[in-house]
């Protein structure tokens, strides 16, 4: 046992004492450069290519970074989809506060082009069906299925709640009582898509009742002329 350790012991002094060399050694060539020496961009510095010395002022060999004047951010590739909406809209400005959705109330008028309102509603309907119409209803009389299984109480008509077109998207970002966020769910335009569906069915609904509307700024006019429908 004690011969044992000492072979072992005698084995492992030996390649210590042979690793260790005052010969210097020249490294071998880097098959990969790229991986080994790996060159950081910051966004629209001058690109260099060579890493060893380098050669500030010479032009790439990649054409693209050429045409761009030496530019590391490049044009998005032939093919790619923009990641903004068709419609070019704002972020929204209000926090999830009563004050400032009381104050989004204010608000009459959606950003989408009046040009496409006829599209506008026909998407929005198509929404509303997807994500609100089991709880509000097809109408927005609130009796959508989840109401009618017994299920679900106390959802709101649209017709008897004091709404803007900025309120409903607000409430359509962030939520209000037992409704949650939809924000996850809709795009920016797709958001004031269903409010104008919301305010359009809030409008039919008034028109069929005979009783006028009442705006959030405290002004009343006549529901006559206010539903619009989405096909011609």
């Known amino acids: 046992m004690k011969r044992g350790f000492i072979y072992l012991l005698l084995v492992s002094v030996a390649v210590s004492v042979s690793s260790c060399s005052d ?9 990969m450069p790229d991986m080994y020496y790996p060159v950081a961009y910051d966004p629209y510095m001058e690109a260099d290519f060579e890493y060893w010395p380098e050669r500030n002022g010479e032009k790439s060999n990649v054409s693209l970074f050429n045409e761009r004047y030496q530019m590391t951010a490049l044009w998005p590739a032939e093919g790619s989809v923009a990641r903004t909406d068709e419609q070019m809209i ?22 989408l082009d009046p040009a496409n309102r006829k599209k506008d509603l026909e998407r929005g309907e198509k929404l509303y069906g997807q994500t609100c119409t089991v709880c509000h209803g097809d109408t927005g009389d609130g ?25 409903v998207y607000h409430v359509i970002m962030y939520g209000k009582n037992a409704m949650g966020s939809y924000a996850g769910q809709l795009t920016p335009v797709d958001r004031w898509r269903v409010a104008e569906y919301v305010m359009n069915l809030r409008a039919k609904s008034l028109q069929a009742s005979g009783a006028p509307a009442a705006t959030p700024t405290g002004e009343t006019e006549t529901s006559a002329g206010q539903a619009e429908t989405t096909t011609e």
């Open 23 to 31: 010969k210097k050694r020249k490294p071998s060539i880097v098959f």
């Open 90 to 111: 704002l972020p929204w400005e209000f926090k999830n506060t009563l004050e400032d959705y009381n104050k989004t109330k204010a608000i009459t008028k959606s950003p």
């Open 143 to 167: 009796q959508g299925s989840i109401v009618q299984t017994k299920a679900y109480s106390g959802v709101p008509t649209y017709a008897e709640r004091e709404m803007s077109v900025g309120s």
